[in-house]
Structures are given as structure tokens and as C-alpha cells.
């Protein structure tokens, strides 16, 4: 059975710093773009940041470049996004997703494109 299975979300305060993971089984993660995006409560799912199978090609939203950082460990099946100097507004479930093998990291990102696995979510809080 395929499944992604997202973790390490939690409560942070603003400025603080948190390392999502998202662990594939049932399927080898490396053969696809992988991809994070958050939802905020009353708010659209939105692409957060999005990864190559290769990890050659990241794509991050205006909002979190500069803070975020995706990385895969094709090895251990994982997508990994290192979360830095957090604020309020990065507030929100966050999923990871897996494309097909025809979708492409910035097509998933920008375009909500070729989303093909979703994991169940890990709840990111920044709050002081």
C-alpha cells in the first residue's frame, strides 16, 4: 500500500525552527517529484516548496525562500523541509505529496499540477 507519512511538526516560536520529514512506503519516493504544501485554517492549499526526483530542481514560494529549505534522501525514501526563522503566518497542516512520473517539481508547485500521493499532515504552530 502507498504511503507518505508526515512528521515532525509542532509548536515554535516566532523565529524558531522545525525539520518536517515525510517517509514514503509501499513505493520508491525516488522515482518522483515530491513536494510540500500548507493549508491554513479558511485558507487554500498552497505549494510551500517542491523538489526533483534528482533533487537537481527546488522550486519555494515567494513567501518562504530565503527560510526554507527541501532536500531528499532518496536512500532512506524521505523528502525533508528544514523550516528557519518561522513567523506567524507559516501557520498550517502541512502535506507532502508525491507527483506522477510525468509531473515536474514547479509545475507542481506553481500550478497544483500532477499531484498524484498526499500524506495525512503534520500541524506546524508559530505562536508566542
Known amino acids: 500500500q502507498l504511503q507518505l507519512v508526515e512528521s515532525g511538526g509542532g509548536l515554535v516560536q516566532p523565529g524558531g525552527s522545525l525539520r518536517l520529514s515525510c517517509a514514503a512506503s509501499?513505493?520508491?519516493?525516488?522515482?518522483?517529484?515530491v513536494g510540500w504544501f500548507r493549508q491554513a485554517p479558511g485558507e487554500e492549499r498552497e505549494g510551500v516548496s517542491c523538489?526533483?526526483?534528482?533533487?537537481?530542481?527546488?522550486f519555494y514560494a515567494d513567501s518562504v525562500k530565503g527560510r526554507f529549505t527541501i532536500s531528499r534522501d532518496n536512500a532512506k525514501n524521505t523528502v525533508f523541509l528544514q523550516m528557519n526563522s518561522l513567523k506567524p503566518e507559516d501557520t498550517g497542516r502541512y502535506y507532502c505529496?508525491?507527483?506522477?512520473?510525468?509531473?515536474?517539481?514547479?509545475?507542481?508547485?506553481?500550478?497544483?499540477?500532477?499531484?498524484?500521493?498526499w500524506g495525512q499532515g503534520t500541524q506546524v504552530t508559530v505562536s508566542s
Open positions: 505529496v508525491a507527483g506522477s512520473e510525468f509531473s515536474t517539481a514547479v509545475a507542481m508547485c506553481r500550478r497544483a499540477v500532477g499531484l498524484n500521493s
Open positions: 509501499g513505493f520508491a519516493l525516488d522515482s518522483y517529484p
Open positions: 523538489i526533483s526526483t534528482s533533487g537537481g530542481i527546488t
